[in-house]
């Protein structure tokens, strides 16, 4: 366990991810990022783990980009911004190509880079009242680092539904998306991710990642030159005009010059 995430595994080898950083309602810091990349780089090193389940304490299952993290973006230079969305994309795609499957147990709410950690997972649940969004948009932003695999999970048709106008969805509406597998009851969310885990007891676990990694290779969706386009989009809208008033109307906690909402 770390200061942001705990991990727990059975003596079965089903692993349980949980994001844990429920006082900023597991908000992705940096801390957090590097935290995930360091557990995906033990994973994959791990024969033993079957399964892994990837949840949130607390409230929410992600609230997108940490605050202070966004702050610091703002006051960084050019070189410093595509350093840390590496970082960033480094970290969904360690998550999206461990060999173990990946289960998402979602609850509460899942903005921005919550969406991108659900788009990563191999099967993902959800309580009926989870909301989801990307909402970058509304801050003068763009759902970058997380595109590639957004459009992955989703397609790109039902990813224009939501990938641009920031409106905020619920469960059922996700598995329309392809975003979300199945919604469950709120009181069943984790004993359903377990049974869903449990699927891969009796599988042999070198089969299930060489037709997790095909899986990968047939689709062709993410590669290392698309990742490398979403990391440099994101840096070149940190330094447009609309970023820099989305974000501060965000911290002064009033409208941004083109809300035209009542």
């Given amino acids: 366990m770390t200061n942001t995430i705990k991990v727990e595994a059975d003596s079965r080898g089903i692993v349980q991810l949980r994001l844990n950083r429920r006082e900023k309602r597991n908000a992705l810091s940096a801390e957090m990022i590097a935290d995930l990349t360091a557990f995906a780089s033990m994973a994959n090193e791990r024969r033993d783990w079957r399964a892994i389940i990837l949840s949130g304490e607390g409230a929410a299952f992600c609230a997108g980009g940490d605050l202070d993290w966004m702050r610091q973006q703002m006051a960084a230079d050019r070189a410093t911004r595509i350093t840390e969305a590496r970082k960033l ?15 998402g147990a979602i609850h509460g709410s899942a903005f921005g880079g919550g969406v991108g950690m659900a788009c990563i997972c191999d099967l993902v649940l959800a309580t009926p009242d989870t909301l989801f969004g990307l909402t970058e948009t509304r801050l003068g932003l763009i759902p970058a680092t997380v595109g590639p695999y957004v459009v992955a999970r989703m397609g790109e048709g039902s990813a ?96 941004p010059r083109w809300d035209r909402l009542t």
């Fill in 89 to 103: 994309a480094h970290m969904l795609g360690a998550l999206n190509s461990l060999p173990q499957p990946l289960i």
């Fill in 160 to 255: 224009r539904r939501v990938f641009m106008s920031g409106k905020r969805f619920a469960a059922p509406e996700a598995v329309e998306l392809g975003l979300v597998s199945r919604v469950v009851g709120d009181g069943t969310l984790m004993a359903e991710a377990i049974a869903e885990a449990e699927l891969y007891l009796a599988t042999a676990p070198g089969a299930v990642a060489s037709a997790k990694a095909l899986v990968r290779a047939l689709s062709g969706s993410v590669d290392s030159g698309k990742i490398e386009e979403s990391i440099i989009a994101l840096a070149d809208t940190w330094e447009q005009d609309e970023a820099r008033e989305g974000v501060a109307a965000f911290f002064e906690k009033r409208k």
